[in-house]
């Protein structure tokens, strides 16, 4: 059960520009999302999260968006480096009983 | 503060054979969550551990089990293995307190010839 869905399996950008990834998921109940980066040979890296009761959570560089009416959630980077090229999971879940992630977007950022 | 441990980093076994996977979580950490990502595919939720106890589990047939220790370290067993299994098996930890985000080890590479 395809529950979380990222729908862009690689994305490119240029340094300095935004990055936007995107999540979509099908299930109402959820109320925590959260997005990982994951390099190579490495287990995932908690990036940032939101609850269900807010829209917006920003952290440096980096953004997310929650449009609960769509179920859809984002994530902006602002100005992408080379660095940050790397897979981005989204993860969902219901009061934390079980968590739910897309299947990744490999971000590559070109200088 | 040391991050979450995993071992062995690598594996290769042969259809039928038992495999366990070993975990060790953030000190403090009382949950523990298994993960399995086969190539191409995200990451499918397996096994939950808090407290010593099973708190959920994934559409995963029951030769994959598992337990959590006193100490909250926690074990993966897979038996009678077959070739889909060969995957990158991700152990992650957390606080069982709202909004706190759970954190990986680097995995174990499972090949399975």
């Known amino acids: 059960d395809q529950q979380v869905k990222q729908n862009s399996p690689s994305l490119s950008v240029q340094e300095g520009r935004i990055s936007i990834l995107n999540c979509d998921y099908t299930?109402?109940?959820?109320?925590?999302f959260l997005w990982y980066k994951k390099y190579p040979a490495e287990g995932p890296t908690f990036l940032i999260s939101i609850s269900s009761i807010k829209d917006k959570n920003e952290d440096g560089r980096f953004t997310v968006f929650l449009n609960k009416s769509a179920k859809h959630l984002s994530l902006h980077i602002v100005p992408s480096q080379p660095g940050d090229s790397a897979v981005y999971f989204c993860a969902a879940s219901h009061n934390f009983n079980k968590f739910y992630f897309g299947s990744g977007t490999k971000l590559n950022v070109k200088p | 503060e040391a991050g979450v441990t995993q071992s062995p980093t690598h594996l290769i076994k042969t259809r039928g054979q038992q495999v366990t996977l070993r975990c060790s979580p953030i000190?403090?950490?009382?949950?523990v969550y298994w993960y399995q990502q086969a190539l191409g595919l995200g990451l499918q939720f397996l096994l939950w551990y808090d407290e010593g106890e099973e708190r959920n589990r994934g559409n995963f047939p029951p030769r994959f089990s598992g337990r959590q220790f006193p100490n909250y370290s926690s074990e993966l067993n897979v038996n009678a293995l077959e070739l889909e299994d060969s995957a990158l098996y991700l152990c992650?930890?957390?606080?069982?307190?709202?909004?706190?985000?759970?954190?990986f080890g680097d995995g174990t590479r499972l090949s399975i010839l």
């Open positions: 992650a930890s957390s606080l069982v307190v709202v909004w706190e985000p759970q954190h």
């Open positions: 000190s403090g950490h009382t949950s």
């Open positions: 299930n109402s109940m959820f109320d925590y």
